[in-house]
């Protein structure tokens, strides 16, 4: 079942399948990981859900909700 990494829970991972961001934060997404096949797990929410905390390959990032909405994961 596919769904937005944004709705992912604290602790809940998936299986990148798509990402629609423009061209710039794709690169810039790309090198911290964010690419298809990875595992990305949601490690962290700020209080208003924004912006969200997530691990790849032991690498912790934060992503507004705005960008993780166009990054589509399954369920791993």
């Given at each position: ?39 990305i797990q949601c490690v962290f929410r700020s209080p208003l859900n924004d ?25 791993a």
């Amino acid at each position: 079942m596919e769904k937005k990494a944004s709705d992912l829970l604290v602790g809940e991972s998936g299986i990148i399948k798509k990402i629609d961001l423009e061209e710039q934060k794709y690169f810039k997404t790309l090198h911290l990981g964010v690419c298809k096949e990875n595992r990305i797990q949601c490690v962290f929410r700020s209080p208003l859900n924004d912006p969200i905390a997530y691990k790849i390959y032991g690498s912790v990032f934060a992503l507004r909700q705005e960008d993780a909405e166009k990054i589509m994961v399954e369920y791993a």
